[in-house]
T-cell receptor, first 117, second 116 residues
């Protein structure tokens, strides 16, 4: 299947700093990518849909100024957690569908563990 | 809005025994259903999907799922469980989110523990 990578896999930062997470589709182009957040022992919560060449679409309750998304190319989307605080500590996962039809499965990155001290 | 429910937080099964992880769905049209598996501190891996056709869908690692329209269920099964199958399993439904895009809505997940 298709491969999606994320970088970094783990990051620890001080409160107030900004952290950038990269998501890349390695062997296919993705006009759309999704960013999820997962709390321990919980399901994935969709944060936003990243669209190449246009603004991201954020889910209700997600602060767009807090979680900046940039879909710079057909293979790269970035999530920047600005002025991170301990409550932003979580597991962030990106995914990309290989195609836009309803029956295409989404391929997921390995996730990024963010710990804010 | 479409949704899926996984009624069991945890399923325990002995190695070699058959396993079932339950999922029911609620959709307004044709369901597009998926199963994913997540190992600790990892992303999700695709197992199988139902779009149309045969109700019994075969997927990766010996897993299969049975689509039952009358019971609105899509249970994940495997005839003989392995210890390495121990992981977190997510059922998901795909729905149209606008502007030509589809997004997945996940169940809460079921932790499968296979006991040696």
């Amino acid at each position: 299947g298709a491969v999606v990578s994320q970088h970094p896999s783990r990051v620890i930062c001080k409160s107030g700093t900004s952290v950038k997470i990269e998501c890349r589709s390695l062997d296919f182009q993705a006009t759309t990518m999704f960013w999820y957040r997962q709390f321990p022992k919980q399901s994935l919560m969709l944060m936003a849909t990243s669209n190449e060449g246009s603004k991201a679409t954020y889910e209700q309750g997600v602060e767009k100024d807090k979680f900046l998304i940039n879909h710079a190319s057909l293979t790269l989307s970035t999530l920047t957690v600005t002025s991170a605080h301990p409550e932003d500590s979580s597991f962030y996962i990106c995914s990309a569908p290989q195609g836009l039809t309803s029956y295409n499965e989404q391929f997921f990155g390995p996730g990024t563990r963010l710990t804010v001290l | 809005a479409q949704s899926v429910a996984q009624p069991e937080d945890q399923v325990n099964v002995a190695e070699g025994n058959p396993l079932t992880v339950k999922c029911t769905y609620s959709v307004s049209g044709n369901p597009y259903l998926f199963w994913y598996v997540q190992y600790p501190n990892r992303g999700l891996q695709f197992l199988l999907k139902y779009i149309t056709g045969d109700n019994l869908v075969k997927g990766s690692y010996g897993f299969e799922a049975e689509f039952n329209k009358s019971q609105t269920s899509f249970h994940l099964k495997k005839p003989s469980a392995l210890v390495s199958d121990s992981a977190l399993y997510f059922c998901a439904v795909k729905e149209y989110s606008g502007a030509g895009s589809y997004q997945l809505t996940f169940g809460k997940g079921t932790k499968l523990s296979v006991i040696p």
